[in-house]
């Protein structure tokens, strides 16, 4: 919306700023900051005042949970506003891919908002029917998809990219489509299963989405794209100032949820930031990529997945507890133990990603 002071520029004012994305980008990170520090407080009051006994806790959980009983939940509302408020209010309204970030964004957030509040209106841990938000998921999954691969440039449009490998294309086709609903509600619900422990998911996703905005801002410019031999994405340099927003709300929220946890983010969050993070890498054509940089995600995931399978099989378990997190809880790892040690490997993770923009 700031952008068109720009209008008011002669080339040599101040409303000149407001041309550059990295200027922009730091305006959003400060707004969505401020917003959270201002609002965390009154909104985890507000929580507590009509949830009462707070998020229900697992009956079959690690046993240091049944100490959290009375958290609120819900607090990836005090992320997505500051988000939301932040990124109309710094980003190019015009710009396609920010509107289908946007999208997926709010779409899985009020996914899990009723996720939320059926669990908390009914005092247990049975929300909405798995099978419903798949199918929910999906839904706003195939029509992010479709508009992507609609403003994609014509080259790459229905194409995947591979990392590392130089000008190197997959025509999927409209496989493509199928293939990034996957991504995007595989990563929305990578991210949730990881929301297990205060302070564990946030900094990881904000770890991520930094990542994925400086990806966006670089193929988003034909100089770089030249420079590291990477396809150019025109328009998804817009998406950084989304990332930017991201982290100073996920700083914002930190701050209360930092052990022990003010408030929980629950799926409100969970859903939501890990849809953008999917929508993010299939709009910048990097959903390998993803995958590297959310490493952490995509393995407590399939420690889930190994764990449902092997026990079906066998009746026996791989892990203790799964997610993969509670094994380590199992084990007797203190809490802060586990989310500091996960926080180094996202971050290891993340320089990875970066380097697969120059190891061509």
């Known amino acids: 919306m700031l952008y068109w002071l720009t209008e008011f520029s002669d080339g040599g004012d101040v409303f000149n700023l407001f041309r550059y994305i990295t200027f922009r980008a730091g ?12 609002f965390g407080r009154p909104l985890i009051n507000l929580l507590r ?3 009462g006994k707070g998020q229900p806790i697992r009956e079959d959980g690690p046993e240091t949970h049944f100490a959290k009983a009375g958290t ?15 990124t109309l209010l710094w980003a190019r309204l015009d710009n396609p891919y920010v509107w289908i970030v ?5 779409g899985f957030g009020l996914i899990g908002f ?9 005092a247990n841990t049975k929300g909405v ?21 609609m403003v994609h440039p014509d080259g790459l449009a229905f194409q995947l990219a591979l990392p590392v490998f130089k000008d190197t294309l997959i025509n999927m086709g409209y496989l493509f489509v199928p293939f990034a609903m996957i991504v995007i509600v595989g990563s929305a619900n990578a991210v949730n299963l990881t929301d297990g422990l205060d302070g564990l998911a946030i900094m990881p996703v904000m770890i991520a989405a930094g990542t994925l905005g400086v990806i966006a801002y670089a193929v988003g410019r034909v100089d770089f794209t030249d420079y590291l031999d990477v396809h150019y994405v025109p ?27 003010a408030v929980f983010m629950g799926d409100t969050g969970s859903l939501a930031l890990g849809g953008a993070l999917g929508a993010i890498a299939v709009a910048t054509k990097h959903e390998i990529v993803l995958a590297i940089v959310g490493g ?20 026996k378990r791989v892990f203790l507890m799964a997610p993969i997190h509670h094994h380590f809880e199992k084990k007797g790892w203190a809490e802060p133990q586990i989310v500091i040690r996960f926080w180094i490997i996202s971050l290891i993770l993340a320089l990875i990603g970066l380097a697969t923009l120059k190891l061509r």
């Open 27 to 38: 305006g959003a990170f400060f707004t969505a900051l401020i917003f959270g520090f201002v």
């Open 49 to 51: 005042r009509r949830q």
């Open 72 to 86: 609120p939940t819900m607090g990836g509302l005090l992320i997505l506003t500051a988000l939301m408020v932040a």
């Open 102 to 106: 946007l999208l997926v964004t709010a």
């Open 114 to 122: 009723a996720d939320d509040y059926a669990k908390v209106s009914k």
């Open 129 to 149: 029917p798995g099978k419903v938000r798949m199918g929910l998921g999906l839904i706003i999954a195939a029509v992010a998809s479709i508009a992507a691969a």
């Open 235 to 261: 328009g998804t340099g817009e998406i950084l100032i989304f990332s930017a927003a991201l982290i100073g709300g996920g700083l914002g929220f930190l701050w209360y949820n930092a052990p022990p946890a």
């Open 296 to 315: 952490l995600f995509v393995v407590e995931a399939l420690s889930v997945i190994i764990q449902v399978l092997y026990f079906k099989r066998t009746g």
